[in-house]
């Protein structure tokens, strides 16, 4: 069954200035050993995947949407992407030494000081297992224009929809409006006009000086742990059952669970602000184990700032009209602006699937289209 793409350019950018490449895995990580490829689609519309050449001319790869914005059979790809720039193509995107076969993929770069980072580019993930599509319209590391999927198989998912009185210009808006250090943010270009929105694990992570504080969550944590000394953390895991948790003398996050091993999470260290924003570090989530369900849970409620300072708790609280209320002179202020104007789930934070009613992950069976919108910016 043939999965065919097509790409529609709302975005107010003239279709000859905007650039796409599509690549990925062309096979499981998890069970072979993969090459990076790109997609190339030959005179008749049919897509291929070619393997890409260390030190290779990759201007060449990309595409723009008035020269083809519709192909047949999307290959089967592991952590593929659709990469959209705006204007111009990214200065940087490399084929270079890497763990895949001795090759890996340099994206553009985004952070402040770097080469692309006044390129404006958008991203949409996916992958392509067997009869299932999964993809997402992620905004993890960064907000800069809009951009929706629609996937149709056995049934219609869409992600990626902006609430109806929703702009690109309402985030960029509100995240200045909420002053420094959350203002810091908004990247411009030399003419000021604006480029993305930085997610804060990145702003937590540059330097002279930081565009956030890596120490915004050191109070709302110690709180946390504090309180966990002599309270109790119950946390509800989908699939590994029930565990309760106490903070024990050497600032363990302890998980018990009748007949099972204990599961500990480390305190995240002071001044490490990153470990919240990015659920990595001491909230890496290793898949399928209760390690990585209870660090999921545990880092969506710390980027809510749901979980509790005073009294025992119960996570995950889905209460959205708990998520977001500042903490300890903290929360994550990035997801809240994102999901105010979103009305379909979204990712603003990796965990950020947790309680989701609407997943920020489409996974559709049977999937013969797979429709990307590049929406107005207006």
Not at 54 to 77: E, H, I, R, W, Y
Not at 184 to 192: C, H, I, Q, R, Y
Not at 285 to 290: D, E, I, L, S
Request: glycine share 8%; net charge negative; charged share 15%.
């Amino acid at each position: 069954m043939s999965l065919d793409i097509k790409i529609t350019n709302n975005s107010g950018i003239a279709s000859t200035d905007v650039h796409w490449i599509c690549f990925g895995l062309d096979s499981d990580p998890g069970t072979s050993s993969p090459d990076w490829c790109y997609v190339d689609v030959d005179s008749s519309g049919n897509a291929s995947l070619k393997k890409f050449t260390k030190g290779q001319d990759c201007s060449k790869l990309f595409n723009t949407v008035d020269a083809l914005s519709t192909f047949n059979g999307l290959p089967k790809m592991w952590s593929g992407q659709f990469l959209f720039s705006f204007k111009q193509l990214p200065k940087v995107f490399n084929i270079v030494t890497g763990a895949q076969n001795g090759l890996g993929v340099q994206t553009p770069p985004f952070t402040p000081g770097t080469a692309d980072a006044d390129t404006l580019f958008v991203v949409v993930e996916f992958t392509n297992i067997g009869s299932d599509l999964y993809a997402d319209c992620t905004l993890v590391d960064y907000f800069s224009a809009p951009v929706s999927i629609e996937v149709i198989g056995k049934t219609t998912k869409t992600n990626g929809i902006m609430k109806s009185t929703s702009t690109r210009d309402s985030i960029f808006s509100e995240i200045s409006a909420l002053g420094k250090p959350w203002s810091n943010l908004v990247m411009k270009d030399a003419t000021g006009t604006n480029i993305r929105v930085l997610g804060p694990q990145h702003a937590v992570q540059t330097t002279s000086p930081n565009l956030l504080s890596p120490k915004i969550y050191d109070a709302y944590i110690d709180a946390c742990w504090k309180n966990f000394t002599t309270n109790t953390l119950t946390v509800k895991c989908p699939t590994f059952g029930t565990y309760t948790g106490t903070v024990n003398t050497n600032s363990e996050f302890v998980f018990t669970q009748t007949g099972k091993a204990d599961v500990i999470v480390q305190k995240p260290a002071a001044g490490d602000a990153y470990d919240i924003f990015g659920c990595v570090g001491t909230l890496n989530a290793p898949n399928k184990t209760a390690l990585g369900e209870i660090a999921a849970i545990l880092g969506a409620s710390l980027n809510r700032t749901i979980l509790s300072t005073t009294a025992n708790d119960t996570q995950p609280n889905c209460d959205i009209s708990e998520f977001y209320k500042i903490q300890n002179g903290v929360t994550n202020e990035y997801a809240k602006v994102v999901h105010d104007n979103y009305k379909s789930g979204i990712y603003a934070f990796p965990f950020d699937d947790v309680c989701s009613t609407d997943s920020p992950l489409i996974q559709v069976s049977a999937a013969t289209n797979f429709n990307i919108t590049l929406s107005d910016w207006s």
